[in-house]
């Protein structure tokens, strides 16, 4: 009987880590309705909330997720990771993809508060003093060492990530990270309801109001606590 009883709670520990990342976890969700179906845990205390709208369209403080306030209040400059996208067939090539999002990173930089640091001139910069071409790389390859090494340009950078397969439509997350740590510290997700370059560019454009507006936020919540928060946009 001991042996069964170990096996089988040696299973359903495995069972549990084994999880998919972005599996939904309503038992970990805080500051949510349970019975709400359209929160989704991402995991280390992150969820997001989908208001339904599947056209990309600006929301201020929709689906949006502070994870830490005071760290993020102090950013001032942040740059742009290599996407994260593997497309299907007739779906938009990944470089006309990445070219939305970087298009969208070069008009906010014109009037946005937060300076966006041209993935270009990381990439110059790089490439200058390591002797590494991020530009003629794979993506895999790009990203880990755009990783290591864009603590020395920017305070923080943000990854665009494209998930299709949704039968809602296609999700596009941009999670703001902290430089040389890796450790989030915001993120927001659009929903687009077809999967064409116009609307990439929207989401992308959308989603740089909406970390402009998160910083504020995270500004007044620093301000009030004094340190970092996981903190819901939504209540």
Known sequence: MKKFLSALVAACVMAVCTQPAFA?????ITNVNPNDNSA???????YLIDNGNDDGEYREGKNSTIVDAAAFSKVKTIAVAPLLYSPNKNDPSWKEAMDTVLAASNEFNKNGDIIVVSYDDVADKILRTTGQDILSMNRRQATQVFKKYISAYADAYVEFTISVGSTRGTDIFAEVNKSGTDNRLYAYKASVGSRTIEAYANASK???????????EAEKQAAKVGGG?????NK
């Open 40 to 46: 989704t845990y991402l995991g280390d205390g992150l």
């Open 229 to 233: 928060i996981v903190w819901d946009m």
């Open 206 to 216: 959308n989603s740089f109001k909406n970390i402009e507006n998160g910083k504020k």
């Open 24 to 28: 939904i976890s309503k038992a970990e």
